[in-house]
């Protein structure tokens, strides 16, 4: 899948996830995506959803602290 594949995936969950998410399960989904891409997968879903590179790194500070890891 070519990285603007990639990106429209994430835009379209993210389009029909966004009406039932908050702030915080904003930054977790965000973070969970990103992890999923592997390298570059904040910047993918920065550039997907429009969230702040920042955002996304404290959606995986509050997936470690929660796994303990």
């Given at each position: 899948?070519s990285?603007?594949?990639?990106?429209?995936s994430?835009?379209?969950?993210?389009?029909?996830?966004?009406?039932?998410?908050?702030?915080?399960?904003?930054?977790?989904?965000?973070?969970?995506?990103?992890?999923?891409?592997?390298?570059?997968?904040?910047?993918?879903?920065?550039?997907?959803?429009g969230?702040?590179?920042?955002?996304?790194?404290?959606?995986?500070?509050?997936?470690?602290?929660?796994?303990?890891?």
């Amino acid at each position: 899948m070519s990285d603007n594949q990639v990106v429209e995936s994430i835009q379209d969950k993210y389009e029909t996830l966004l009406p039932y998410l908050n702030e915080k399960t904003r930054r977790i989904w965000a973070a969970i995506e990103a992890r999923s891409l592997g390298w570059g997968g904040v910047s993918q879903v920065a550039i997907a959803t429009g969230l702040s590179r920042t955002t996304i790194h404290a959606g995986m500070r509050l997936l470690s602290e929660h796994s303990g890891g």
